[in-house]
C-alpha cells in the first residue's frame, strides 16, 4: 500500500475541510504529512519534513505539522516556535493523547480531525485570524 491510498477520497476531503476551517479563525498554518514508514524516531522525521514543506518560513512562526508513518504506525506533531512560547507545556501531548485514543479504535480519520480541530482551537486564541491574512501554506495533505 502506498501512503497516498490509506486516507479515501472522501476521508481526505473531511481532512482537508478541517484545516480550512480550523484556518479560517486563525493565522496559523496546519498541516498533515503522511508516508509509509519513518525509518527511525517520528519526531526527528517531522522536524525534516517540517523543513521540507517551509513551514519554519511562516511570517508568525506558527506551522503546526501532523506528522504520519502509518505502516509504522507511528505519529507526531510539531509545533513551530511562535506556538510553543504560547500554548501549556503539556499542549502537544493532550492532543496526541486524544488522537491515540481514536487511533487505537481505528479511527484515523476522526483522530486526525480531531488533532486538527484542537490545535485550531488553540491558534485561535493565540493567533487570531487578521483580516490581512494570507494561507501562507498549502491546505492539502502532502505525502512521501
Known amino acids: 500500500m502506498k501512503a497516498r491510498n490509506f486516507f479515501t477520497k472522501e476521508q481526505k476531503q473531511t481532512i482537508v475541510g478541517a484545516i480550512k476551517e480550523a484556518e479560517k479563525c486563525t493565522s496559523g498554518e496546519i498541516c498533515l504529512h503522511v508516508e509509509m514508514h519513518c525509518h527511525g524516531d517520528a519526531m526527528a522525521r517531522a522536524e ?14 506558527n506551522g503546526v505539522l501532523f506528522y504520519m508513518a502509518v505502516g509504522d504506525r507511528q505519529f507526531a506533531i510539531l509545533g513551530d516556535s511562535g506556538i510553543n512560547q504560547k500554548v501549556p507545556e503539556d499542549f502537544w501531548n493532550n492532543i496526541k493523547n486524544r488522537m491515540t485514543e481514536l487511533f487505537m479504535q481505528g479511527l484515523f480519520t476522526e483522530g486526525v480531525v ?12 493565540h493567533f487570531p485570524y487578521q483580516v490581512d491574512d494570507v494561507n501562507e501554506l498549502s491546505d492539502e495533505i502532502s505525502f512521501d
Open 48 to 61: 525534516r519534513i517540517f523543513c521540507k514543506l517551509g513551514m519554519h518560513k511562516t511570517k508568525l512562526r
Open 114 to 125: 480531531e488533532g486538527i480541530r484542537m490545535a485550531g482551537e488553540q491558534l485561535k486564541v
